[in-house]
């Protein structure tokens, strides 16, 4: 017989896969993600009693809602939530201690550390952010997010060509067919 805070555990943890399975076959739906986030906010946040993780869990939440609005092709509902989310992160420095702080305790989450370059970029920092950025492609080569920063921070800081272009290949590698990105690397050629 399991117990009712058991019972709750297994079925939040199984819809979070639900939705994880939705993300997965429907990136642009935002559906999925809205659910993904409710859990979130709803569950974990609530029975997390710990600064720090729950710092941490309104990084990965927000994080996750960035890459929905990209993926949902800025959907009003997502950025919706994302204009929420934001303001539960604080401001670009609170934001960033927060997400710098959560990647010292997880270094391969990629949703985390491109949100923490997200508000680098935005803070004019262009040497720590590419910085970040290497560091991440080196966890995660596959990701076509870090690959693109990498190449938009090169641009940023004066590098030659060939390694700018070749970041944006590798990007392309991994999102074959996304016309924004091949739009930017011709506009960059």
């Known amino acids: ?72 092709h800025e959907s009003p509902m997502i950025a919706g939530a994302l204009a929420d989310q934001r303001k539960n992160l604080g401001d670009g420095s609170h934001a960033i201690i927060t997400l710098t702080t959560a990647l010292e305790t997880k270094p391969d989450d990629t949703r985390l550390r491109d949100l923490l370059i997200q508000y680098l970029t935005t803070e004019g920092q262009y040497s720590l952010a590419l910085k970040i950025a290497l560091a991440g492609v080196k966890y995660d080569p596959n990701s076509w997010r870090l690959q ?26 991994h999102k074959k067919g996304d016309v924004g990105l091949l739009v930017e690397f011709g506009a960059f050629l």
Not at 18 to 37: C, H, N, R, T, V
């Open 1 to 72: 017989e399991m117990s009712d805070a058991t019972r709750r555990r297994f079925l939040l943890k199984e819809a979070g896969k639900i939705f994880e399975d939705g993300i997965q076959k429907s990136p642009s739906d935002p559906y999925s993600y809205i659910g993904k986030l409710h859990i979130i906010r709803y569950h974990e946040l609530e029975l997390e009693r710990d600064s720090a993780k729950r710092s941490m869990l309104n990084a990965s939440a927000l994080s996750m809602l960035e890459e929905a609005f990209e993926a949902t």
């Open 148 to 173: 693109r920063h990498v190449a938009r921070l090169m641009q940023r800081n004066s590098y030659q060509l060939a390694p700018i272009r070749g970041a944006y290949e590798a990007a392309l590698r």
